[in-house]
């Protein structure tokens, strides 16, 4: 699978010849241009990142006479012990739609749009993050809230992508974790999870 954020990253991945099914395009300001070169070239999921992104890219797909699959990001409110400006998890942060009630709406609004499927969630709590436990966090807001979905709008997801973000060793001081490190905590999370769920 290939991230892209951008319709220049899209188009670096076309003319590598990466299937576009296994691309996810997300961010936070992509174009009317770049979401209907996606649909046209069937990207596997979009990242929905707002409500006037819903909305602005179902008339794309209506227009195209497609449907889309999608994700919707969002900010499950968990603080990355980080720098301030790639903390992406707040309050007041420019990514996603709040976890609660706003998420709730943004995935009602997702599910009663005729041409877009509603395949999972996303989210993003910041980078450049050493602590493994704001990333266990992440993934126990996002499994209780994937459940809410599951329980209370009867809707069953396919994709939760937890994201990124893991410290890397640019200076000497830097601490930097393992991956593994991170990946055996937030799996232990998230099957601890599955298992509470059901």
Same mark, same amino acid.
């Given at each position: 699978?290939t991230?892209?954020?951008?319709?220049?990253?899209?188009?670096?991945t076309?003319?590598?010849?990466?299937?576009?099914e296994?691309?996810?395009?997300?961010?936070?300001?992509?174009?009317?241009?770049?979401?209907?070169?996606?649909?046209?070239?069937?990207?596997?999921?979009?990242?929905?990142?707002?409500?006037?992104e819903?909305?602005?890219?179902?008339?794309?797909?209506?227009?195209?006479?497609?449907?889309?699959?999608?994700?919707?990001?969002?900010?499950?409110?968990?603080?990355?012990?980080?720098?301030?400006? +790639?903390?992406? !998890?707040?309050?007041?942060? /420019? @990514?996603?739609?709040? #976890?609660?009630? =706003?998420?709730? %709406?943004?995935?009602?609004?997702?599910?009663?749009?005729?041409?877009?499927?509603?395949?999972?969630?996303?989210?993003?709590?910041?980078?450049?993050?050493?602590?493994?436990?704001?990333? +266990?966090?992440? !993934?126990?807001?996002?499994? /209780? @809230?994937?459940?809410? #979905?599951?329980? =209370?709008?009867? %809707?069953?997801?396919?994709?939760?992508?937890?994201?990124?973000?893991?410290?890397?060793?640019?200076?000497?001081?830097?601490?930097?974790?393992?991956y593994?490190?991170?990946?055996?905590? +937030?799996?232990? !999370?998230?099957?601890?999870?599955?298992?509470?769920?059901?």
């Open positions: 699978w991230d892209v954020v951008s319709g220049g990253e899209f188009y670096a076309q003319k590598a010849g990466i299937d576009p296994h691309i996810v395009m997300h961010g936070n300001n992509k174009t009317p241009k770049e979401l209907t070169e996606a649909v046209r070239a069937g990207v596997g999921h979009i990242v929905l990142d707002g409500f006037d819903i909305e602005r890219l179902d008339l794309i797909c209506q227009k195209e006479g497609k449907t889309q699959k999608v994700l919707l990001r969002v900010n499950p409110l968990v603080e990355a012990h980080t720098h301030a400006a +790639v903390q992406t !998890a707040k309050p007041d942060s /420019k @990514f996603g739609v709040i #976890i609660g009630d =706003e998420a709730t %709406k943004a995935v009602l609004d997702i599910k009663s749009r005729k041409n877009l499927i509603f395949d999972g969630l996303h989210c993003h709590i910041g980078s450049q993050i050493f602590d493994k436990a704001p990333f +266990v966090l992440a !993934a126990q807001v996002m499994l /209780k @809230f994937y459940n809410k #979905i599951h329980t =209370e709008l009867g %809707k069953t997801l396919t994709h939760l992508n937890l994201g990124g973000g893991f410290g890397v060793k640019y200076k000497e001081a830097d601490a930097a974790v393992p593994e490190d991170y990946m055996s905590d +937030v799996s232990e !999370a998230v099957h601890a999870a599955c298992k509470e769920y059901g």
